[in-house]
Nanobody, 122 residues
Framework: QVQLVESGGRLVQAGGSLRLSCAGSGRTFSSYAMGWFRQAPGKEREFVAA????????YYTDSVKGRFTISRDNAKNTVYLQMNSLKPEDTAVYYC???????????????WGQGTQVTVSS
């Protein structure tokens, strides 16, 4: 079992940058693929980015390609989401999640953090 805690969300101006962190507990963290998802008010939770257990494979939704970078440090049991050139439409609660396979469907993920709020002002 994995417990996840996100941090790093805050209010930022459009064009700015943020780095979100997701700290995992448990000895098996490095065996899980990790994903970042977001949910804006009144909208469904959507996939943002995912990374394989080794970090060798990554996927992004089209709207963040070239702006966001997912990475992980298994020695620290942490996965990151570097977000650059932020836009107001990036405003959402951001969640990290763990799964045994590298997938992009939110419903497939077994373990979730509590979320961190990112607000981008125009």
């Amino acid at each position: 079992q994995v417990q996840l805690v996100e941090s790093g969300g805050r209010l930022v101006q459009a064009g700015g940058s943020l780095r979100l962190s997701c700290a995992g507990s448990g000895r098996t963290f490095s065996s899980y693929a990790m994903g970042w998802f977001r949910q804006a008010p009144g909208k469904e939770r959507e996939f943002v980015a995912a990374i394989s257990w080794s970090g060798g494979n990554t996927y992004y939704t089209d709207s963040v390609k070239g702006r966001f970078t997912i990475s992980r440090d298994n020695a620290k049991n942490t996965v990151y989401l570097q977000m650059n050139s932020l836009k107001p439409e990036d405003t959402a609660v951001y969640y990290c999640a763990a799964h045994t396979s590298l997938v992009t469907t939110p419903g497939a993920y077994n373990y979730w953090g509590q979320g961190t709020q990112v607000t981008v002002s125009s």
